[in-house]
């Protein structure tokens, strides 16, 4: 399955829904920057209705339907799924702390998981699956654990499991495909990043200072730190890497993938072959553009920034040349041009992932059966025995991008599995931690899987 990202049809169809008072009827799980956002989002559109939110947080579910001119009154606290199927039924949205209800809803279309917890999402998205609903995967750390048993679940359902449009590896998947359709070979794929001198090292302490939040900021968009401190220390940029790889059949061409330095005009020419003066040792990679320049300090005038980008090759000489001629950057000797797209708009542009599975039955970009890559654990710090891995954003270990053939044959814990267990051993700063290093894990849904 590829995307059909044409607005044309999703508009037409999304009208068409809307005049048959027939809407995509949304579930959402997670009450975070994320999935507010995307409510908000979906209240400005026609033929699409979030129908329920599911959050511990009762109160940070509500307000995302408050902040949307709903009035407190409206909103519906449900604890079963007549419950649910009630509020529906009378247009009224529903709030829950019990996510197995927007699993389990009859009428809900599409489950999008926001929660960023791996053994959450394993749940989750499973169950919604067997309940022969689509399932739009913001949890990129479930999606690089278990993605590929899902989407072969998904398969087996007649339904489509997919990322998430707005998010680095969805976008990056666009062009991707636009590539592959037109023919060219893709020498290599990403997203951009702001990776300063330190960021390894951080932690969910200083994310405030590091991007800007105020105490404000933090609370009336519910930031999960955490989370922000994967944006901070690399992990989020190495997992989002694993997901599109997964779902490209592409591989890192290192451990880590090179992330070098680079404007736009150096991408094409340092992701190009070693022969033809660039960083690889073959096509067919995922990579990582920092817009910090070598100092680790000072941004790039003209980086990637968060952007998204793709290098494509044509041995073709006319097509080569009228790509030049369009001023596309170059490099491979002529024959490499970047494709890039600057910006990603996260929740605002995921309503795309959930109509193309809704309307069309395709995914943004769906794992494939067999995967590609891991993402696997490295000490953030030096690291005693008995002490406890809190995952990814955390305060202990960081994730890197690996070929999944490597992980398996070195026996690596995926990052997935690296909370809320201790290492049975001392582990040296930047060592990769394998899975005879932690205690054993036992009662992990997310394991069995």
């Not at 489509?160 to 794929?189: H, I, R, S």
Request: hydrophobic content about 45%; overall charge negative; some cysteine.
């Amino acid at each position: 399955m590829i995307s059909i990202n044409t607005p044309v049809m999703i508009l037409q169809a999304l009208a068409k829904r809307a005049e048959d008072y027939n809407p995509i009827n949304v579930g959402i799980i997670g009450a975070g920057k994320f999935g507010t956002a995307l409510v908000s989002q979906i209240y400005q559109m026609k033929g699409m209705a979030v129908r329920i939110l599911a959050d511990v947080d009762l109160d940070a579910a509500k307000a995302a339907f408050i902040t949307n001119k709903v009035w407190e009154s409206d909103v519906v606290r449900a604890r079963s799924e007549a419950e649910v199927e009630v509020a529906i039924s009378k247009n009224r949205p529903a709030i829950t702390e019990d996510a197995m209800l927007v699993c389990q809803c009859e009428s809900i279309d599409v489950v999008v998981d926001a929660t960023g917890s791996p053994e959450a999402g394993a749940i989750f998205a499973r169950e919604a699956l067997l309940r022969k609903k689509h399932v739009v995967m913001v949890n990129v750390e479930a999606d690089v654990c278990i993605g590929p048993y899902l989407r072969r679940l998904a398969d087996k359902q007649g339904v489509v499991y997919t990322q998430v449009d707005g998010d680095q590896p969805g976008c990056a998947m666009n062009l991707v495909n636009w590539g592959k359709t037109l023919g060219f070979e893709v020498v290599a794929a990403g997203r951009g990043t702001v990776y300063k001198t330190g960021d390894f090292e951080g932690t969910p302490d200083t994310v405030a200072e590091r991007f800007g939040f105020t105490d404000e900021m933090i609370k009336r968009r519910n930031i999960n730190l955490h989370m922000f401190n994967s944006f901070r220390d690399g992990t989020k940029a190495q997992t989002e890497m694993v997901a599109l790889a997964n779902a490209a059949g592409l591989v890192p061409d290192v451990r880590g993938m090179h992330e070098p330095a680079l404007n736009l005009s150096d991408i094409p020419k340092q992701f190009s072959l070693n022969s033809e003066g660039g960083l690889l040792s073959r096509h067919g990679v995922v990579e990582l553009a920092n817009s910090v320049a070598e100092d680790g300090e000072t941004l790039l005038p003209d980086g990637l920034g968060m952007g998204v980008f793709a290098v494509l090759r044509t041995e073709h000489p006319d097509i080569a040349e009228d790509l030049g001629l369009y001023f596309l950057h170059e490099g491979g000797d002529g024959k490499n041009f970047l494709v890039q797209r600057p910006y990603h708009l996260v929740a605002v542009e995921a309503p795309i992932s959930i109509a193309q599975a809704v309307l069309f039955g395709v995914a943004t970009g769906s794992t494939l059966p067999t995967p590609t890559a891991e993402l696997i654990t490295v000490a953030k710090r030096d690291l005693k025995k008995g002490e406890l891995l809190d995952g990814s954003g955390g305060y202990t270990v960081n994730g890197l991008c690996e070929n999944v053939a490597v992980a398996q044959a070195d026996y690596l814990l995926p990052l997935a599995f690296a909370r809320n267990v201790k290492v049975i051993c001392d582990v040296r700063k930047r060592e990769t931690i394998s899975w005879d290093m932690v205690e054993k894990i036992e009662d992990s849904v997310l394991l069995e899987l």
